[in-house]
């Protein structure tokens, strides 16, 4: 994810025949946040990345094998971008005790850590305007963690039961 340090106007209330500013700013600035969400513990593991590629992959691969020591396989989900795929990543797969299961193309909906995406994006940026990027970085770090103590919330507004449709 790469939230952008400028407002997102999704909805307004504004009395007919009245102007209303909306509080803009450069927009230049952005964060690159990688993560995972567990459904089932609705645990979240999210680091801060200079970029996202191979190496922020394969950093993030290694954070989830800590955070759960005891399971001997890991599955873990993941769209098909191109850093997945990366002869590096495939190498340290190998040795991992994380399974990799890509998602059908073009299907952003299957993929529940763009569902938590959302909620940040609902939760700190939509409708917000914060004057320095210091202010939307420290609310959106703010957010994550509070999210072990918003458990329930998260859990019913990402969802853990998809239902596949039978094609016949």
Known sequence: MH?????TCTKAWIKVGQEKTIKSNTGRQRININGAYNPVTQ????QEEETINYEAIISLFKNIEKYYP???TIYAYADNAKYYRNKNVTAYLKTSRIKLIFLPPY??????IERLWKLMRKEVINNKYYEKYKEFREAIWEFFEECKYQRPKIKQFVGVKLHLLDST
């Open 3 to 7: 939230p952008q340090h400028n407002t």
């Open 43 to 46: 645990d979240i593991i999210v």
């Open 70 to 72: 005891d399971k001997n």
């Open 107 to 112: 299907s952003p909906n299957l993929n529940l």
